[in-house]
């Protein structure tokens, strides 16, 4: 049964348009995680929620914004998709933010841009 | 920002070879998760050690926490077409709540 579900799989966009990518999940969990994964590249963390309190990473453009309407569902919205934001996204859940958390991932959500 | 370097970049061996991958900083975590990934998906945790010197046995897979929780290792015995995937190794610091930091993974590719 999925537990972390992104969607689309597969997102093309052209250079300037705004584009959404979704994530959704069943575990009920309290902390909702955005990360940014280029070919060859660790996952960096753009943002996450806690509850309804959103955290941003000093690094992350402005270019990236999130909302998370209820606690199942959480939006990745890319305002002015250029070039280098073409990557792999990764949604993720954890219980709580505490030590040794384990993190559960979607199946990510593949963004082109022409 | 602690890093977290992870070695070979790379590994293609044979099925029922052995191998180890390796996750190193200079930074103490207070526990260290080992993820697989496979093309097309997110990463799935394998395992999650927290003391130091910890060995932890999953299958034909073995990961080692070091003594000063500094370090990491992921062994793979009689490695199998199905264990090909991108490993990578992440860190929960020591100083802060669990926000993880990434390896940039090992490619590993096991050929019949």
């Known amino acids: 049964d999925a537990m972390v579900i992104q969607n689309p799989r597969y997102q093309v966009t052209q250079f300037g348009k705004p584009v959404t990518l979704s994530c959704s999940q069943t575990?009920?969990?309290?902390?909702m995680y955005w990360y940014q994964q280029k070919s060859s590249q660790a996952p960096k963390l753009l943002f996450h929620?806690?509850?309804?309190?959103?955290?941003n990473e000093a690094d992350t453009p402005d270019n990236f914004q999130s909302r998370r309407p209820n606690t199942s569902f959480c939006f990745l919205d890319i305002r002015s998709p250029g070039l280098g934001d073409a990557a792999m996204y990764l949604c993720?859940?954890?219980?709580?933010?505490?030590?040794?958390?384990?993190?559960?991932f979607g199946p990510g959500t593949r963004l082109l841009v022409l | 920002t602690q890093l977290l370097e992870q070695s070979p970049q790379f590994l293609s061996i044979q099925e029922g070879e052995n191998l180890t991958v390796y996750c190193n900083s200079s930074?103490?975590?207070?526990?260290l998760q080992w993820y697989r990934q496979e093309p097309g998906e997110g990463p799935v945790l394998l395992v999650t050690?927290?003391?130091?010197?910890e060995v932890k046995k999953l299958k034909r897979l073995t990961f080692q926490f070091g003594d000063a929780r500094k370090d990491s290792s992921l062994h793979i015995t009689a490695a199998q077409p199905g264990d090909t995937g991108l490993y990578l190794c992440?860190?929960?610091?020591?100083?802060?709540?669990?926000?993880?930091?990434f390896g940039a993974g090992t490619q590993v590719v096991v050929t019949p």
């Open positions: 993720a859940t954890s219980t709580t933010r505490q030590y040794q958390e384990t993190q559960y």
């Open positions: 575990l009920n969990h309290n902390v």
């Open positions: 929620y806690y509850d309804k309190d959103f955290n």
């Open positions: 930074s103490v975590f207070s526990s």
């Open positions: 050690v927290v003391t130091g010197g």
């Open positions: 992440a860190g929960d610091p020591a100083d802060s709540w669990g926000k993880l930091q």
